[in-house]
């Protein structure tokens, strides 16, 4: 079992959708979780920290966090197709001092 | 805030020669920076781990004495890529982490090598 394990996709969406997209981890004692958004050919970006269990909200993105089931989602609300990108779910897995990242998701957003 | 640079943005190399990339953190002081490397359309893949005054750690099956890694102050991380070939063409990431928070990482834009 990988560690930080993410649906690789494509995961497609019509523009004004909802995008989902899902992370399950295996180190139940991780306390710290983000999100990335890579673009083709260009470096990951931060979007979004959660740390507490529940939801947190920025803008069109919402983090969700369960880890009672070990499990943290990325929702985007009306998604857009600048939105188009592969999303890397990250976590702090046991005593390591870097994050360990997903494989990533990749979303189209179709105009 | 939490910006991070890196230079060259692009290099094209000949074989056996060497090539160094630079990282900096640009507003904070980054005790810890990381190198990643992401061959096309595959995920990140930390090659090592460097704190500031002390040795890199390396992730297993990347080799050391290749890729030399120096972190001699808190906003400058350099990768040497020693007598490099064309299999070692990638994007190389580094990215850093503050003082403040323990786990964030910010990424530089990245470096992209050609070995011909």
């Known amino acids: 079992q990988k560690e930080v394990e993410q649906n690789s996709g494509p995961l497609s969406v019509p523009e004004g959708a909802i995008a989902s997209l899902n992370c399950t981890y295996s180190?139940?004692?991780?306390?710290?979780f983000f999100w990335y958004r890579q673009y083709s050919g260009k470096s990951p970006e931060l979007i979004m920290s959660?740390?507490?269990?529940g939801d947190k909200e920025d803008g069109r993105f919402t983090a969700q966090l369960n880890k009672a089931s070990q499990y943290v989602s990325l929702l985007i609300r009306d998604s857009q197709p600048s939105d188009s990108a592969t999303y890397l779910c990250a976590v702090n897995i046991g005593s390591a001092r870097q994050l360990t990242f997903g494989s990533g998701t990749q979303l189209t957003v179709l105009p | 805030g939490a910006v991070v640079s890196q230079h060259p943005s692009w290099v094209i190399c000949k074989s056996g020669t060497s090539v160094k990339i630079e990282c900096r953190s640009l507003d904070f002081q980054a005790t810890t920076m990381f190198w990643y490397r992401q061959f096309p359309k595959q995920s990140l893949m930390l090659m090592a781990t460097?704190?500031?005054?002390?040795?890199?750690?390396?992730e297993q099956g990347v080799e050391k004495d290749k890729f030399l890694i120096n972190h001699a102050s808190l906003t400058l991380s350099t990768l040497t890529v020693t007598s490099a070939h064309p299999e070692d063409s990638s994007f190389y990431i580094c990215?850093?982490?503050?003082?403040?928070?323990?786990?964030?990482?910010?990424f530089g834009p990245g470096t992209r090598l050609t070995v011909t």
């Open positions: 180190d139940r004692g991780s306390q710290s």
């Open positions: 990215s850093a982490r503050g003082t403040l928070n323990s786990y964030e990482q910010y």
């Open positions: 959660i740390y507490s269990n």
């Open positions: 460097s704190n500031e005054g002390s040795k890199a750690t390396y």
